[in-house]
């Protein structure tokens, strides 16, 4: 990776960021690899991507087997450009269509399918192994993805604000009933297949509920510095950063 002193030194950096919806972890997060000059993985969109996969197959996504199958032949594309995000399935952009509520709704049922989750862990890992200087969330970044990683932070909020961000995120059409549903009642469920919502040993909460998107962005790379022992490097421009499969 050019022009990071940091990563230049240390060769490789990665940045775990766990949390529950709405937290602000994929902007916050995005906006930390850009100011770094790292790549960003969403592994978000990576089970989202899944899911779009499976419903375009028409697959009964209860069906754990056909779904894991699905999953094992996705023809995923996903950028770690933090600038440039762009995830295709086979010939199609899907870039869009997986924040659709479609998806959002139905995302938990590849996300609590253990052969699935294990194909997309595998898959996080070797993209985060490629990169060597990343910033990558989810929900099991930190503990299961990543667990060595050097930074590993829990981004968390109120109810309340995260209702609030992904209300915004939406552009206010969604009801309050969706909205619950989207990120109330889906970490629920969610929360049967990882944990997410208390920090496992090691990992620092970063608490965003009274911080502005600024304040929070700040307050990740102060970590960064803390955990790298030297002040970072900001690269001017031109980091390596590029597509993986
Ligand atoms: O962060 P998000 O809303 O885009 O995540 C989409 C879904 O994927 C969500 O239901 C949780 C799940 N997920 C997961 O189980 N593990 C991850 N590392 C990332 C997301």
């Known amino acids: 990776m050019e022009g990071s002193a940091l990563v230049n030194s240390r060769q490789r950096l990665i940045i775990a960021v766990d949390g529950p919806s709405g937290s602000g972890k994929s902007s916050v997060c995005r906006a930390v690899a850009s100011q770094l000059g790292a790549a960003y993985l969403d592994t978000g969109a990576m089970y989202r991507a899944a899911t779009w996969y499976a419903l375009s197959q028409g697959i009964d996504l209860a069906d754990e087997r056909a779904v894991a199958v699905a999953v094992g032949e996705l023809p995923l594309t996903i950028s770690t450009d933090p600038e440039h995000q762009t995830i295709t399935v086979g010939q199609s952009d899907v870039t869009a269509a997986i924040r659709e509520t ?47 990683a050097q930074v590993r932070v829990l981004l968390t909020a109120s109810a309340e604000a995260r209702l609030r961000r992904r209300g915004l995120q939406l552009g206010g059409t969604e009801t309050a009933e969706a909205l619950h549903r989207q990120v109330i009642a889906r970490d629920a469920r969610d929360s049967t297949a990882s944990n997410f919502t208390e920090a496992a040993d090691g990992v620092a909460v970063l608490d965003s509920s009274d911080l502005t998107f600024q304040e929070t962005i700040d307050a990740l790379i102060q970590r960064v510095e803390q955990a790298s022992a030297e002040p970072l490097s900001i690269p001017s421009a031109g980091a390596s950063r590029g597509e993986s499969r």
């Open 102 to 148: 479609r998806i959002s709704e139905r995302v938990s049922e590849i996300a609590t399918n253990r052969a699935a989750r294990a194909l997309l862990i595998a898959a996080q890992r070797r993209i985060i192994d490629d990169s060597g200087f990343i910033v990558a969330e989810g929900r099991d970044i930190t503990t299961v993805v990543a667990p060595d």
